[in-house]
């Protein structure tokens, strides 16, 4: 399992973003599961203003930048900031989070599990 | 996705997961315990019970989208013990109904070439299906949307043209059935229609019943028989028997597009797919019904053959092995990559060993495809040896109306012990019939284990089996994870 470099409870929601895409765009294996997987991805924690989103392109988490966006083939997920926090820091483990009802994602089957993969090959979880 | 497409989307996915060719057995089934007008009676009851329990359904789906509803609701109503119980009972019973259907399949195959040997053909569709699984291969949603109605239209027309073919007005009865079920399905979701539109529905009405009264008047039935009112006892067990035929409608909260389809386009939805399948299931019934003698759509599992042959002569074998192409196209495959997935979640979660969990480059979830197609070939074996497909489908939906219970009870647990969860919908069911629900769900469960007496014990003794199978695998899977899981902190629910 990798070890996350930063602490969930001090970093703001932005901060383990940038922590993950960096983790994202460094890791071979996640890059054979994206080849021509494009998209863009809604953070929106419930609790707190503070949207955030990704875009992926061409291979690589290009962007991480606050503030909503609209997409036809969006990937929009909820939760509250703490369990964003510990999902991008690797700290919990998505699918319990799903599975649990603290994260919901919207979005095509295939990206969920597309999703779940990419959180499976970087963290080990 | 524009509303009115998305709203499709839901409504043929949740028919079309429902509607496989094992409907056809259980429509078979049926026969053994009422038929005629009894078996239409008893789909319209069990849709309008499976109605209800979809409404329960939309409200935990409002408090957890897009969560994987049979192991979610129940985890958080109940315990992690009692979901996995239910949860293995529902995964037996989807690889159970993908033996029967590939079993369906092999005999309509048969019907149209004779001699085909039964096994290699169940053995090779769901190899396939698990390749194409395996590969990542998936219909577009355009493409599902197109298969799944074509295959429900030609059940339709199928259905009216063998009961009303000879008497034209007689399709006017469930016309006017489905325009005053789509009334109440607007009413309770609080639609606004148009003036013009509420006309037309009520122009409709009003011309249908008076034409109906006529066609129904010259085609009056006779008095009640002593048989008639044996039957009509007989209805609780065909209740949940025909609860069988829904199965499936509840997949649709997994694949919300947005947070605000969890408001009403699902909870609509649900109800107009069960309302679907009720026409179409009731439209087949009764034109099997007036076509063929009872005796023959009992004894046969793939009644749909020679039903077709009576309504169409020499190509109604053709026409069935069609329908059975497509249904293997649409739903066959969702059901099999939908059961994978559930696999998948459940090994990633800690209780299903790693190998569950094992994914192409790709991102198809082949653990779970290969463990879930394996379990299917085995039990297909079993099914066409021994040629079990209606004790089977009689056991499954006894038990699945159990789990479809454990739904409405957790929505009024869920009430009591997160009374301030979000919920974006709430089910307009009074509490008292949803308690009502809860209960008549197993009994009527009880009843059909115990409505074919040359069944013997047969039917409990299997509905044991899967239940003490269940349970094993639920120790199974919590000493595992006890060892091996991760530890996980869980954070507050999403609706808190």
Redesign the interface.
Known sequence: MSTPTIDYTTATLEECLLDFQQRFNENARVKKLIPGWNRKILIEPTDVENPIHLVISDNEMREVSPGMVEDPMLVHMQADEETFKRVWTGDINPATALIDGTLAVFSDERDKVKLEAIAMVIWGL | ?KKTIELLFYVSFGAGMAFGMSSFTMLSELNHVVNGPWVVLAIVLAGAFCAMISASVAELAS??????GV??YL??AFSNRTSLVLVYMYLIFMVLVAAIESYMFALVLGAVFPGTPQIPVVIGLIGFTMVVNML?L?LPRGMQIISTLGLIGLILSLGAYGFAGDRPALILVPVLLGVVALLLIARAFKVELSKRLRFAAWAVLVVAAVLAAFALAADRPAAPSPQALRQGLQIPAAVSMAVYLFIGFEWIT??????D?YKRTIPVSMPLAILTNVVAYSFVAFGMWLRLPAEVIAERPIPQVPYFTAVLGASGPYLALLISFLAIFSTFNAGV?GGS?LL??LA???VLPKFC?W?S?????LGGVAVLGLAAMASSIVVVTYDLPGLVATIGSALVGCVYSAFMLAVLRLRKTKPDARRSYRTHVPVWAQWAVIVIMPALGVAALFSQPDLGFWPLAGAFAIVLAAALMTWWSLSRSENER?P????????S
């Open positions: 996705m408090m957890y989208p897009s969560a994987p192991r979610t985890k958080v990542g998936e997994m694949l919300g597009m947005k947070p389809s990559m997935r998948y979640i990633r979660e800690g969990a994914m480059a790709k991102g198809a979830p991760l996980v902190k869980p954070g507050p629910a999403l609706g």
